[in-house]
């Protein structure tokens, strides 16, 4: 169990979830509710893509745009990114 999510990389710890979601409706460790529920990714693409879509969300939750672009930046060496 990893305490980032492997794809996004915010810590499990302020997923209010706790998890992403399998199909079997098992929680999921690797990933938080926000990049993964139902088994499925709810962003699918490459990551930059990734990256220019968590920013817009942080900048909408009130993050200011330096901090967003900081927490994207290691997106990149995250597993689910890693082979790409
Ligand atoms: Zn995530």
Known sequence: MSTRCE???????KDPQG???N???TKNKLYCSFCYENGEFSFQGNVRDFQEF????MK???MNGFTAW???RGMKRLPRWKNQ
């Open 7 to 13: 794809s996004c990389g915010m810590p499990m710890s």
């Open 23 to 25: 199909v079997d409706g």
């Open 70 to 72: 900081l927490f994207s």
């Open 19 to 21: 998890g992403g979601s």
């Open 54 to 57: 968590c920013r817009k969300m």
């Open 60 to 62: 909408e939750s009130g």
